[in-house]
C-alpha cells in the first residue's frame, strides 16, 4: 500500500471476486464510495474534505517541498545565536583558541548533536567580535563592583612570556557589604619599558586610574625585588611584601653555605641521573613495584618552588633501597648516599616539616582569594620562630641553621608592613589577643587602633565651611552653656573609649571559624570599628592570585603562539578569572 497507507487506511483498492485487488478502483471506507485511482492522492484528500471534512485533519503525510525539505532538521536563528554565544564563553572560560571554530570535529560534533546536517561554526572574526563585546560587558559588572566599596587592596607582578614579552598582572581585593572576600583581575597588560622602579609605579597607577580606584587602593602587594620596593615607595599606597616569597627566600638563604648542602647537592645528583633518563625511570619505576612501594617519580629542588627540598628529600628517602639496587647494579658514577649524609638529611627533614606546614598555610590559606590572609602573617612567623628555638640535644650544624633561619626571619619581619599587620591582626577574631606580640607591641597596636577610630570618626564630621550662611553670632550665656571645643574632644574620647572597651572583652573564635562571619553578625554592635575592620582585613597576605594570572597567561600564549595580540591576551585572561569565578 503506498499514498501513505492511502490517506491513513480510510481508502482500500477494491477486492474482485476471485480474491485479487483492483489497482484501478478504490473504495471510501466511511461512505462505501467507489472511484478510479490514477495513482494520485489528491481526489481522496478532496473527497474526504468534502464529504467528511472531521476526517480530514488526518490525512496523513504528503510529499515535502524542496523548501521545506531543505528546512528539516535545521537549527532556528534563536538556537543558533546562543549556541554562537555560549562557545565564545566556552573560548573565553577554558582559554581555548579562537582557530578551534575551524575545527571540522567539532562541527561534526554539533552537527550529530543538534541534527542539522548543514550547520557551519561561526567565523574567527564573529567569535573575536563576540569576545570583545563581551568582555567590555563582564568588565563593566567588575566595575559596578568596585564603585559600592569604599577601600581596596591590590596585588601585582611582571612576568615574562615564552615569546620573552613583558606582562604586568594586578588583581584587586575587597571586602563587600556582605562581608564575603571578593577577588578578581584587573589587567594582564604587555609592558615596553625596563622595570625601573619609576616606570612600574607608573603602571601600577595606571591601572588604578583606568578602573577608578586610585582614591580607594589602601595596598598594593608585591614581592620584595628592589624595583618593586622602589616602586612601592613612589605610589600612595601602603606596600605589603609577598609572604610566600619570604618565606621561601629564608629557606634558601639558611641552606645555603650549612651543613647540609654537600649532602643536598649528592641528593641532586642521584635525582637528576634518574630524571634525565627515561630508561633509569623506568627501572626506579621496576624497583618499586618490586618492593611494593608507590610509584612515583623523584623531585628535583628549585629555589623558587616552595617545599620542593623537602619533598626531594622525603621522596629519596622512600626509595632508598630501589635507589640503592639501581646504581650498585650499573656500577655509575653517581653513588648512593652514605649512612651519615642520610642522618643529615633526616635531621633537615624534620626541620624543614614544621616549615612546610606553615608553606601549606600559607600557599592553601594566606594564598587563598576567598580568604582572610593579612591577620594570619605575624602568628605564623610566631610559630616559626618557637619550632626554631634551640635545644640541648641540637648538634652544632643544626644550631647553626636555625640561628641563620631566625636571624634572617627577624630581619623580614621588621622590614614589612608591620603596623598594618599588627592592626589587622587585633581586628581578626581569631587572633585579637594579640598573643603573638609582646606587651609593649600590645599597647602600641591599642594606640593605632584608637587613632584610627578618631580619624574615622573626624572622616564623617561635616566640615564647618560647607554652611552656605554664616551662622548667628552667639552671646556669652549661649556659648558658657554650649560648652567648649575640648568638651566635644572629651566626648569623643570617651566614645572611642567605649568602642575598644566593648570589643576588647568579645570572646576569641576558634582559628577554623571565619572572621568574616563574625563581623557580620557584630557589625551593629562595633559599627565604629567595622569599617576599619573591613579595610586591614581585605589586604592579602601574598601576591599569589598573580601567579595564578601568570600561570594561565603562560598557558594561553604558550597555546596559541604569536598569532595572539596582547590586548586579546589580557581580555581572554580577564574573562577567563571573572567567569571562573562565577561557576559557584
Aim: proline residues 4%; contains cysteine; hydrophobic residues 35%.
Amino acid at each position: 500500500m503506498d499514498e501513505g497507507g492511502l490517506l491513513g487506511g480510510k481508502f482500500l483498492f477494491k477486492k474482485l471476486p476471485d480474491g485479487l485487488l483492483d489497482k484501478m478502483r478504490i473504495r471510501c471506507t466511511i461512505c462505501k464510495a467507489e472511484f478510479r485511482y490514477h495513482r494520485s492522492s489528491s481526489s481522496l484528500a478532496y473527497h474526504l474534505r468534502a464529504k467528511h471534512p472531521t476526517e480530514s485533519t488526518s490525512t496523513g503525510p504528503r510529499q515535502s517541498t524542496l523548501q521545506e525539505y531543505g528546512a528539516r532538521g535545521r537549527i532556528t536563528k534563536n538556537v543558533r545565536e546562543k549556541l554562537t554565544n555560549s562557545l565564545v564563553v566556552w573560548i573565553a572560560k577554558n582559554c581555548r583558541p579562537v582557530s578551534i571554530v575551524e575545527d571540522d570535529g567539532l562541527r561534526e560534533v554539533i552537527r550529530a548533536a543538534s541534527g542539522d546536517v548543514c550547520y557551519n561554526l561561526p567565523s574567527r572574526g564573529t567569535i573575536v567580535s563576540r569576545l570583545h563585546t563581551l568582555y567590555e560587558d563582564q568588565r563593566a559588572q567588575q566595575s559596578s563592583k568596585l564603585v559600592q566599596v569604599r577601600n581596596v587592596a591590590l596585588t601585582g607582578d611582571h612576568w615574562t612570556s615564552v615569546n620573552n614579552d613583558n606582562y604586568l598582572g594586578v588583581t584587586v581585593h575587597f571586602i563587600d557589604n556582605d562581608w564575603t572576600v571578593q577577588s578578581f583581575a584587573l589587567t594582564v597588560s604587555k609592558t615596553e619599558e625596563r622595570h625601573y622602579a619609576e616606570a612600574c609605579a607608573d603602571h601600577f597607577l595606571n591601572v588604578a586610574n583606568e578602573w577608578k580606584i586610585k582614591d580607594k587602593v589602601n595596598t598594593l602587594g608585591t614581592n620584595s625585588a628592589r624595583n618593586m620596593v622602589a616602586a612601592a615607595r613612589l605610589l600612595p599606597f601602603e606596600h605589603m611584601p609577598c609572604m610566600a616569597h619570604i618565606l621561601q627566600r629564608m629557606v634558601t638563604v639558611s641552606l645555603n653555605d650549612s651543613a647540609f648542602e654537600r649532602a643536598l647537592a649528592k641528593c641532586r645528583k642521584i635525582v637528576g641521573h634518574f630524571k634525565h633518563s627515561p630508561a633509569n625511570a623506568q627501572e626506579l619505576k621496576a624497583q618499586q613495584v618490586a618492593h611494593g612501594h608507590q610509584t612515583e617519580p623523584l623531585v628535583q629542588d628549585v629555589p623558587t618552588r616552595w617545599n620542593s627540598t623537602l619533598e626531594m628529600i622525603k621522596r629519596t628517602q622512600r626509595n632508598k633501597s630501589g635507589l640503592t639496587t639501581i646504581l650498585t647494579l650499573q656500577n655509575s658514577k653517581v653513588t648512593m648516599l652514605i649512612d651519615q649524609e642520610l642522618d643529615s638529611l633526616q635531621k633537615l627533614k624534620e626541620l624543614l616539616e614544621p616549615c612546610s606546614f606553615v608553606f601549606k598555610y600559607v600557599t592553601e590559606l594566606l594564598g587563598g582569594e576567598r580568604y582572610v590572609s593579612c591577620s594570619m602573617v605575624l602568628p605564623a612567623l610566631c610559630h616559626l620562630f618557637r619550632i626554631m628555638e634551640p635545644s640541648d640535644d641540637d648538634p652544632v650544624y643544626v644550631l647553626r641553621f636555625k640561628k641563620v633561619f631566625t636571624t634572617d626571619l627577624a630581619q623580614r619581619r621588621d622590614s614589612s608592613n608591620l603596623t598594618w599587620l599588627k592592626i589587622a591582626t587585633a581586628l581578626d577574631p581569631r587572633f585579637k589577643d594579640l598573643k603573638c606580640l609582646s606587651k609593649d607591641e600590645r599597647r602600641e597596636v591599642c594606640a593605632s587602633v584608637h587613632d584610627l577610630l578618631m580619624a574615622e570618626t573626624h572622616a564623617h564630621q561635616p566640615s564647618a565651611q560647607t554652611t552656605e550662611e554664616p551662622s548667628p553670632k552667639k552671646s556669652k550665656m549661649s556659648i558658657c552653656l554650649l560648652g567648649s571645643p575640648d568638651s566635644d574632644t572629651n566626648e569623643e574620647e570617651d566614645a572611642i573609649d567605649r568602642c575598644l572597651n566593648l570589643y576588647k572583652p568579645e570572646p576569641k573564635i576558634d582559628t577554623g571559624e571565619c572572621p568574616l562571619q563574625w563581623w557580620l553578625k557584630r557589625e551593629g554592635a562595633h559599627a565604629r570599628l567595622a569599617p576599619i575592620a573591613c579595610k586591614y582585613l581585605s589586604t592579602p597576605a601574598t601576591t599569589v592570585p598573580c601567579e595564578r594570572l601568570f600561570s594561565l597567561s603562560g598557558h594561553i600564549i604558550q597555546k596559541k603562539r604569536a598569532s595572539l595580540s596582547s590586548d586579546n591576551v589580557n581580555r581572554i585572561v580577564c574573562l577567563s578569572n571573572w567567569l571562573s569565578a562565577k561557576k559557584g
